[in-house]
C-alpha cells in the first residue's frame, strides 16, 4: 500500500523493504513539498521564546492577537481570518460547515478534500480542469467546490480571470469556491483580493511548506465575516498552540525571508528545468517548490520511483492523485547539491533505461 502523503518515509522504506530494495537508512527526501531553505532564524527565535514562556499556560482561544498581525499583513479585518491547526485542520472545518452537501472538486487534486468531504458526508463530483475552462455550467449541481491555487500534484496556476467568472457564476448561484493556496508564498500570487467583492470565496492557507514547520502545524482561512464565525463554532478550543501561535508574531520580520525563498525558486527551477528536458523528461508547468515529471517512454513510473529508491531518493508516487494514477511521479526542487544528486540518479535512469 503506498502511502497517502509524501514526507512519509517510514511508510515508504516499509513498502521498498517489502518490495526487497535495500535503499540504506538515508534516503534523500523529494517526496514533501517543504522549502528547502529550512526555518527562518526569526521564526526559530519566536518559537523558542514561546515554548519557554507560554508552555504553561492556555492561548487565547479566539486568537485576536494573532488574527490581528494576519489581518494587517493580509489586509483584511481580524474578523475575516480563521486559525486552524495546520491547512489540513482548515480543509476539514470547511467541509464539517457544509456538511451533508453536494461538494465539487478539481482533480487532480490533494486527497484530503475528498477524504474531509466524506468525512463530513457530503456528495462529491470530481471535475478536471478542462470542465473548468470550457464551460462554468458543470457547476450546477454543487454546494461547494474545492481548487487548489497553485496546484497540488503539478504546480500549475490556475489562471485569475478563469476563477474571477466562476465566483460570479456561484455567487449568482448561492454557491461557494474554496481555493487552497497552500504554496501561495512561493509563487506570490493569492486571490486575496478578490475577498472584498466575492463573499463565496473561501482562501485556505498553510505556513508550515514555506517556513518547513510541518510538525508545529499552523494554517488559516480567509473568508466572508459570517463564514469566519461559524468555523469558530466548530473548532476545536485552542486547536492551534503556542509554538503554532509565535510563527505568526515572527511574521512581520520574514519579509526578507519570502522575496529570498522566490529568488531561490526561479533560479534552482530554471537549472533543473533545464537539464531535465535536456535528457527528453517532460515536466509541469509549475509555479511553486515541485513538479510533476514524467518519462515519455513508461507508462507505470513505479519502475522509475523504485530505482530512483535504490539511488537513495525518495519520491511521492501519484497512485492516489485521480487522472494522474502512477503516469509520473512528484519531486520537490530542494537545495543544488541535492537536485544535482537526483539529476545524477535521472541519468543514470536514462542511460539504463534506453
Ligand atoms: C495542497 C495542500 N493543502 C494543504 C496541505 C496541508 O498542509 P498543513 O501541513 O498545513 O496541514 C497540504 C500538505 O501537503 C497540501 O499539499
Request: charged fraction near 20%; proline fraction near 4%; include cysteine.
Amino acid at each position: 500500500m503506498w502511502p497517502q502523503h509524501g514526507g512519509n518515509s517510514t511508510a515508504i522504506q516499509n513498502l521498498l523493504t517489502m518490495k526487497g530494495i535495500d535503499e540504506g537508512s538515508d534516503l534523500l527526501d523529494f517526496s514533501a513539498n517543504l522549502n528547502p531553505l529550512g526555518i527562518p532564524d526569526t521564526v526559530l527565535q519566536s518559537m523558542q521564546k514561546s515554548l519557554l514562556k507560554k508552555s504553561s499556560v492556555y492561548p487565547d482561544p479566539a486568537y485576536i492577537e494573532e488574527r490581528g498581525i494576519l489581518a494587517s499583513i493580509e489586509d483584511v479585518k481580524t474578523e475575516n481570518i480563521w486559525l486552524a491547526n495546520g491547512g489540513a485542520e482548515a480543509i476539514f472545518l470547511v467541509a464539517h460547515m457544509f456538511k451533508g452537501k453536494r461538494a465539487g472538486i478539481f482533480q487532480p487534486a490533494f486527497s484530503e478534500y475528498e477524504r474531509a468531504c466524506r468525512i463530513h458526508q457530503l456528495h462529491i463530483k470530481h471535475f478536471s480542469y478542462e470542465d473548468l475552462i470550457e464551460s462554468e455550467a458543470f457547476i450546477q449541481d454543487t454546494d461547494l467546490l474545492f481548487l487548489c491555487r497553485p496546484n497540488n500534484p503539478t504546480g500549475e496556476m490556475l489562471p485569475e480571470d478563469k476563477i474571477v467568472r466562476l465566483l460570479e457564476t456561484a455567487k449568482q448561484a448561492g454557491q461557494y469556491i474554496v481555493v487552497d493556496e497552500a504554496f501561495v508564498h512561493f509563487s506570490g500570487s493569492s486571490l486575496a483580493h478578490l475577498l472584498g467583492a466575492f463573499p463565496n470565496l473561501i482562501l485556505l492557507r498553510s505556513l508550515t511548506k514555506i517556513f518547513a514547520v510541518p510538525g508545529i502545524r499552523l494554517g488559516y482561512v480567509l473568508a466572508h465575516e459570517q463564514i469566519i464565525r461559524k468555523l469558530e463554532s466548530l473548532s476545536v478550543p485552542w486547536s492551534v498552540n503556542a509554538m503554532a501561535l509565535s510563527v505568526i508574531h515572527a511574521l512581520p520580520d520574514t519579509k526578507d525571508f519570502l522575496i529570498a525563498a522566490k529568488e531561490w525558486l526561479a533560479e534552482e527551477w530554471q537549472y533543473v528545468r533545464n537539464e531535465l528536458l535536456k535528457m527528453k523528461f517532460q515536466v509541469s508547468d509549475t509555479t511553486v517548490n515541485f513538479y510533476l515529471l514524467r518519462d515519455p517512454l513508461l507508462q507505470n513510473h513505479e519502475q522509475l520511483l523504485l530505482f530512483l529508491a535504490g539511488e537513495g531518493i525518495l519520491v511521492r508516487h501519484t497512485v492516489n492523485f485521480p487522472l494522474i494514477e502512477g503516469s509520473a511521479i512528484r519531486l520537490a526542487v530542494r537545495t543544488r547539491e541535492e537536485n544535482m544528486v537526483l539529476l545524477k540518479a535521472l541519468r543514470k535512469w536514462r542511460n539504463t533505461s534506453c
